[in-house]
């Protein structure tokens, strides 16, 4: 059974910076995807960043390319969400995410198709104000 458990979030003035740390253990397959999905209040839950565990490669939702950025330590099992320029419409509850359908998790998260991924963390709270 995969586990994910998160930890970084917190308070953040805009602009300013968070690292959002996910402890990934469980995976039987070496294809999957693993990454980030945030929900704010009221609004549905969006795609942020994956990362394919394969090849390594990397992909963004475009209201954080450029800002954000996935990287990953497979020593420490743990993927990392460096968030940078944090801006007003990023305050959400940042969810760590898995699952072996990489394709669709891509597609959820860079054009907002639907999600359908198998295994979450509990969630950590992103809060940016001045």
């Known amino acids: 059974q995969v586990q994910l458990v998160e930890s970084g979030g917190g308070l953040v003035q805009p602009g300013g910076s968070l690292r959002l740390s996910c402890a990934a253990s469980?995976?039987?397959?070496?294809?999957?995807?693993i990454g980030w999905f945030r929900q704010a209040p009221g609004k549905e839950r969006e795609g942020v960043s994956c990362?394919?565990?394969?090849?390594?490669?990397?992909y963004y939702a475009s209201s954080v390319k450029g800002r954000f950025t996935i990287s990953r330590d497979d020593a420490k099992n743990t993927v990392y969400l460096q968030m940078n320029n944090l801006k007003p419409e990023d305050p959400a509850v940042y969810y760590c995410?898995?699952?072996?359908?990489?394709?669709?998790?891509?597609?959820?998260?860079?054009?907002?198709?639907?999600?359908?991924?198998?295994?979450w963390g509990q969630g950590t709270q992103v809060t940016v104000s001045p």
């Open positions: 995410a898995a699952d072996v359908n990489a394709p669709k998790y891509i597609l959820a998260v860079v054009a907002g198709g639907p999600i359908a991924v198998r295994s």
């Open positions: 990362i394919s565990n394969n090849d390594g490669s990397t």
């Open positions: 469980g995976f039987t397959s070496d294809y999957y995807a």
